[in-house]
């Protein structure tokens, strides 16, 4: 089965920095990239995906680039605010419905 | 419009009790998912529906788990002999036809095995 490698597992930034995730999948028939968002407590939450036959994908402050070749996705959040402070988890699909997650990166924005 | 749902948000039961988890899905959708999350780690996939039909159980720990989706709308996991390693987040998430759709998550329930 797939699967999912996401690194940092924590990571700490400076108000208005940027943060960077990278994650790496196994299978080559992963088509569909999604990143959630979950706060403590909350329900995970979707907040950019991308389908496999794009590279690059921007939303205002987030942005998630791939590379089929290599096997990898990166999450990128700009200018970063308190509220951005959240565990993120990437995702992959090998098929058409069976999400399978990296372990989550805690990212903390120090005011 | 009203998002998935899912009762009760946190259960606790003995060690070898049953317990039933339920899941009310956005309505319309045909997909419907139960992860399990445990403390610290990402959800892991336990089983998938579409409407009524169970195509694919193959994440379930073992034969106490029983998912079932009669109506193809709410969804019930019921878990049997609950054990401590059953201790975690169950996670209900429903999907529009489409492949590519967002899977909504619902809040979860929070099992605590004593």
């Known amino acids: 089965g797939e699967n999912v490698e996401q690194h940092p597992s924590t990571l700490s930034v400076q108000e208005g920095d940027s943060a960077v995730i990278k994650c790496t999948y196994s299978d080559s028939a992963s088509n569909y990239f999604p990143w959630y968002k979950q706060e403590l407590g909350k329900r995970p939450q979707l907040i950019i995906d991308?389908?496999?036959?794009?590279g690059e994908k921007k939303d205002q402050r987030i942005a998630v680039t791939l590379n089929k070749t290599a096997k990898h996705f990166s999450l990128h959040i700009t200018e970063t605010q308190p509220e951005d402070s959240a565990v993120y988890f990437c995702a992959a699909i090998p098929n058409d419905y069976k999400l399978s997650f990296g372990a989550g990166t805690t990212v903390t924005v120090r005011a | 419009g009203a998002g998935v749902s899912q009762s009760p948000r946190y259960k606790v039961a003995k060690r070898g009790q049953d317990v039933a988890l339920r899941c009310d899905p956005i309505s319309g959708h045909v997909s419907l998912f139960w992860y399990q999350q445990a403390l610290g780690q990402g959800p892991e996939f336990l089983t998938y529906f579409q409407n009524e039909a169970q195509l694919d159980k193959s994440g379930l720990p073992s034969d106490r788990f029983f998912a079932e989706r009669p109506e193809g709308s709410v969804s019930t996991l019921k878990i049997q002999r609950t054990q401590q390693e059953d201790s975690a987040v169950y996670l209900c998430?429903?999907?529009?036809?489409?492949?590519?759709?967002?899977?909504?998550f619902g809040p979860g329930t929070r099992l605590t095995v004593l």
């Open positions: 998430a429903s999907r529009g036809l489409a492949v590519y759709n967002e899977q909504f």
């Open positions: 991308i389908r496999s036959n794009v």
